[in-house]
């Protein structure tokens, strides 16, 4: 069976790459906008833009949200929500967090595995 790839923009928070990569584990907090919940969220596919990373999880319990371009309905997000299947807290529950077992760091344009 192969696994769906996904991918998440860190250039806000540049400690969260490494510690992915350490934990093997994508957190998530309340959404600012109609969130649904504690989840975390990440974008469908893979990323080679400076300052992301890609991964893979077992973990098939998402939800997707959808978005239109050039006119077609497009997967555009997904997130895996509190009290789904494989979702977990952390932190005091503020926090919920969904383990991954592929990871991707793209760094500066180039994937690290590059070099």
């Known amino acids: 069976m ?9 250039a806000h928070n540049l400690l ?3 510690l992915v990569k350490t934990s093997m584990e994508v957190w998530g907090k309340e959404g600012r906008t ?15 833009t400076p ?11 998402y939800r997707e949200h959808y978005g239109f371009r050039s006119g077609q309905k497009v997967v555009r997000e997904v997130s895996w ?11 005091n529950e503020k926090y919920v967090a969904i ?3 592929w ?3 793209c760094s500066m344009g180039k994937n690290m595995s590059d070099f």
Do not use: Q, W
């Open 2 to 10: 192969e696994r769906s790839v996904f991918h998440r923009s860190v």
């Open 16 to 18: 969260e790459m490494e």
């Open 51 to 61: 300052s992301s990373y890609s991964f893979t999880t077992l973990v098939t319990s």
């Open 34 to 48: 109609l969130s649904g919940g504690i989840s975390v969220r990440a974008y469908p596919g893979k990323n080679t």
């Open 81 to 91: 929500t509190e009290g789904s299947e494989g979702v977990v807290y952390r932190v």
């Open 99 to 101: 383990s991954i077992d």
């Open 103 to 105: 990871f991707d760091e």
